[in-house]
């Protein structure tokens, strides 16, 4: 039996991009708030909100996974709101990516700027993938 083709951080790149755009376009979006969305089956859940505190975080994402009647097969943690980068506050979207099989997550960036939806902000520019983090979820 063949062996299975090595799984590339490159193949989450344009998931996690949709993501974010996903995430840019619901309905309970806020600017400033950290929200997280499971997916299992190929199929996304809503996008939850977390809290400031990560140790609260890391448990709300623990428990959801373990509540899934389906084997959570994506984790997205998204935050749209002014972010420190290249040495100035700007304001952008931020997103970590994990996929189960997968050793390492994606920490991905986006410029954004008001919508015409009020309230509402969009990407634009470059999708930026930023680097990489352990995959402790899934």
């Known amino acids: 039996m063949p062996a299975a083709p090595p799984r590339k951080l490159d193949d989450l790149i344009k998931p996690a991009e949709s993501a974010l755009a996903h ?32 140790a609260t975080n890391d448990r709300l994402i623990k428990e959801a996974i373990e509540r899934s009647p389906r084997p ?10 002014m972010i420190d980068f290249r040495g100035g506050k700007r304001l952008m979207g931020y997103l970590q990516f994990y996929r189960a099989g997968y050793a390492q997550g994606l920490l991905c960036l986006r410029h954004l700027k008001p919508a015409a939806r009020p309230g509402m902000l969009e990407g634009f520019g470059g999708f930026l993938t930023v680097g990489s983090c352990k995959n402790i979820w899934l």
Not at 30 to 54: H, I, K, N, V
Not at 75 to 81: D, I, K, M, R
């Open 23 to 54: 995430f840019l376009q619901h309905d309970a979006f806020q600017s400033e708030q950290l929200f997280m969305r499971l997916t299992a089956d190929a199929a996304p859940g809503p996008w939850s909100p977390l809290t400031p505190d990560t």
């Open 72 to 81: 959570v097969t994506e984790l997205a943690v998204a935050f749209a709101g």
